[in-house]
Nanobody, 120 residues
Framework: QVQLEESGGGLVQPGGSLTLSCTASGSFRTINHMGWYRQAPGKQREFVAR???????EYADSVKDRFTISRDNAKNTVYLQMNSLKTTDTAVYYC??????????????WGQGTLVTVSS
């Protein structure tokens, strides 16, 4: 079973930067993809970015060229560097990972979420 712990959320002014991190812990065979989703007030959760085990990346159009996802496999940690933040980036950001357990099953887990508020 895997647990995800996110950190790095907070209040930032428009145009500012923030870095989120998410660490996976627990017992597992492998961590596959790791990613970030977000949910703004009154809206559905949406995809933000994903990174595979071989570091291939994918981004939502709304964050492309502003956000960078990376991972440290030794630490089972994924990062989301967010630059040029806009008020529309305000949301609760959730970490997500797909992993393989010792029974060779693929499972998915979500973090609790970290709030990012972009406001002047």
């Amino acid at each position: 079973q895997v647990q995800l712990e996110e950190s790095g959320g907070g209040l930032v002014q428009p145009g500012g930067s923030l870095t989120l991190s998410c660490t996976a812990s627990g017992s597992f065979r492998t961590i596959n993809h790791m990613g970030w989703y977000r949910q703004a007030p009154g809206k559905q959760r949406e995809f933000v970015a994903r990174i595979t085990s071989d570091s291939s990346t994918e981004y939502a159009d709304s964050v492309k060229d502003r956000f960078t996802i990376s991972r440290d496999n030794a630490k089972n940690t994924v990062y989301l560097q967010m630059n040029s933040l806009k008020t529309t980036d305000t949301a609760v950001y959730y970490c997500n990972t797909r992993y393989q357990n010792w029974a060779w099953n693929y499972l998915e887990v979500w973090g609790q979420g970290t709030l990012v508020t972009v406001s002047s």
